[in-house]
């Protein structure tokens, strides 16, 4: 079953040099337009390379979104990129949608979505033993990437 993702964990993962624990979790990732737009891949920017890599070899594929009225309904709360990824998500009836965002996160499990982000990923790569260690790839995270995480959840995450 497929899967969709937003734009923060392909970004993050990329930044951090951990875009492959998408593949190898869920073999291939759909993204819609709007998130290949918020990706950036043309600029030079951290982690665009390996995500134009990725788009390249084919694994991250972008597909339209039908469901155009859904997008501008979701629009009213969420960006465009999650808009789109929660809508593609229900298209395709995927498996996963990758989210970080706490609204559209209670978006697509209000719509009955299966949700993981950037840190389920990191705990799911840690469990079957593809990351030695988590505290490297959290601390670059926050570092690097700006990205942002509750200090509760990092303890929590850490502990596990």
Known sequence: MPTVSNTSPILNLAIVDQLALLRQQFGQIQ????????????????????IQTAITAGWIQVQPVSNQFLVQLLRQTLDGGEAEAISLALELQAEWILLDERDGRKAAKSLDLQVTGVLGVLLRAKESGDLPSLQPVLEELTQNAGFRIAPELLARVLQA
């Open 31 to 50: 993204i819609p337009p709007a998130v290949l737009d918020e990706l950036k891949i043309d600029e030079e920017r951290p982690g665009s390379h390996s």
